[in-house]
């Protein structure tokens, strides 16, 4: 059974670089069936697709953030990572990781983890 | 971008009656080559992630309740709960798979009257 857990601080100062892991159990991130996302939630807020990256290290960002993401993938460890860098306070939010299919649907979602910017 | 709207932004229905929700993308996300509408509908209830209920814009993942079906055309879409149960007490997301960026609606709340 798929499980898919971020991991990372949990506060972060402003101007900093934002990262996190997600680790993947129940399935690989070497996958060619899939794709490895990250999606945003700010307190009491709608949802954010931030981007995505292939097993092959290809990636694809959301325009609006793309000059400050990076993501990656370490198929040794099953687990792909976002950094997002230059944070402020409109980046606290719920960060999630997930899985999506080859036609981008979005199936799976880790429980989320927290990240506030505040110094 | 495509932007997703819906409405109401939140509604109150009594147990066993039904409730709907409207989602409104400003694109087709209509792809004709496969005839798919790239839409899906999540379900998600407080601290917890969201679940997709929908995909494909009327077809339900597995192991979601047949009481909630989908519907809708290349840029007008439906989300139907046929008897509200107390469980259903939510925030509904529609969401376009279409094009990059993947965009979500603001959201429905749904609770019991």
């Known amino acids: 059974q798929l499980q898919l857990q971020e991991s990372g601080p949990g506060l972060v100062k402003p101007s900093e670089t934002l990262s996190l892991t997600c680790t993947v159990s129940g399935d690989s991130v070497s996958s060619s069936s899939f794709y490895w996302a990250w999606i945003r939630q700010p307190p009491g807020k709608g949802l954010e697709w931030i981007g995505s990256i292939y097993y092959s290290g290809s990636t694809y960002y959301n325009p609006s953030l793309k000059s400050r993401v990076t993501m990656s993938v370490d198929t040794s460890k099953n687990q792909f990572s976002l950094k997002l860098n230059s944070v402020t306070a409109t980046d606290t939010a719920v960060y999630y990781c997930?899985?999506?299919?080859?036609?981008?649907?979005?199936?799976?979602w880790g429980q989320g983890t927290l990240v506030t910017v505040s110094s | 971008d495509i932007v997703m709207t819906q409405s109401p932004d939140s509604l109150a229905v009594s147990l066993g009656e039904r409730a709907t929700i409207n989602c409104k993308s400003s694109?087709?996300?209509?792809?004709?080559?496969?005839?798919?509408?790239?839409l899906a509908w999540y379900q998600q209830k407080p601290g917890q992630p969201p679940k997709m209920l929908i995909y494909?814009?009327?077809t339900r993942d597995s192991g979601v309740p047949d009481r909630f079906s989908g519907s809708g055309s290349g840029t007008d879409f439906t989300l139907t709960i046929s008897s509200l149960q107390a469980e259903d007490v939510a925030v509904y997301y529609c969401?376009?798979?279409?094009?990059?960026?993947?965009?979500f609606g603001p959201g429905t709340k749904v609770d019991i009257k």
């Open positions: 969401q376009q798979y279409y094009s990059n960026p993947f965009t």
């Open positions: 997930a899985r999506q299919d080859n036609q981008w649907l979005v199936g799976r």
């Open positions: 694109q087709n996300v209509l792809y004709s080559p496969d005839n798919k509408k790239y």
């Open positions: 494909w814009a009327s």
